[in-house]
């Protein structure tokens, strides 16, 4: 059993580069998300979708899109990196009554 | 908006022996979940136990165990019988009850196992 998925594991762009980040689960889930981890902050919702053809924004959403593509899969695109942007994201997928998500291994970022 | 506080930015714990983190946050909900995540040098983010507000019994899972004072707002973790393996960051969660999705996370708290 999978769990949560994450692809790339690590990445470097440079200013203006765009990328997306992909996530897949295998637990029938109907709810996804998309995390920031700074140091000393926590994590930071950027964008979830509450069930296959919805999106809403988080707390953190400016320069970046969601798309749920299906039900398994949820990306993250950065249209035009910046430096601010630089962090751990980590994609989530949780069962919508009892509450508690499922992360992924996390995607390191890093944006010159 | 709710916020969490995790007021142990470090703590430390001797091989063995009991450790206390400590959560409290701040809503004017009633129908909500509290969560406690592992986070080991691997950032991998695991699941340690969960909460519901409107149960009064507070959750174990092995020697993972929480004291949850609804009244006071606080939600502590207590980990038994220490081990080198339980060296992480902890984050505690909140998230409302049904009809919302987010997780509200306090900064974390870095524990420390000594041999």
């Known amino acids: 059993n999978a769990g949560v998925t994450q692809t790339p594991k690590f990445q470097v762009l440079k200013t203006g580069q765009s990328m997306t980040l992909q996530c897949a689960q295998d637990?029938?889930?109907?709810?996804m998300y998309w995390y920031r981890q700074d140091p000393g902050m926590g994590l930071r919702l950027i964008y979830y979708s509450a069930s296959e053809g919805t999106t809403d924004k988080g707390e953190v959403p400016n320069g970046y899109n969601v798309s749920r593509l299906n039900k398994r899969e949820f990306s993250l695109r950065l249209e035009s990196a910046a430096p601010s942007q630089t962090s751990v994201y980590f994609c989530?997928?949780?069962?919508?009554?009892?509450?508690?998500?499922?992360f992924g291994p996390g995607t390191r970022l890093t944006v010159t | 908006a709710q916020t969490v506080t995790q007021s142990q930015p470090e703590m430390s714990v001797q091989e063995a022996e009991t450790v206390t983190l400590s959560c409290t946050y701040d809503?004017?909900?009633?129908?909500?979940?509290l969560f406690w995540y592992k986070q080991p040098p691997s950032r991998q983010m695991i699941l340690v136990i969960r909460?519901?507000?409107?149960?009064?019994q507070n959750a174990t899972e092995n020697r993972f165990s929480v004291n949850f004072q609804k009244a006071a707002k606080s939600f502590s973790l207590k980990i038994s019988d220490s081990q080198l393996g339980d060296a992480a960051m902890y984050f505690c969660a909140y998230r409302r009850g049904a009809g919302s999705y987010q997780l509200t996370f306090g900064k974390g708290t870095k524990l420390s196992v000594i041999p």
């Open positions: 637990m029938n889930h109907n709810s």
């Open positions: 809503t004017s909900e009633s129908d909500y979940y």
């Open positions: 909460q519901e507000a409107y149960k009064q």
């Open positions: 989530a997928s949780g069962r919508d009554r009892e509450g508690e998500q499922y």
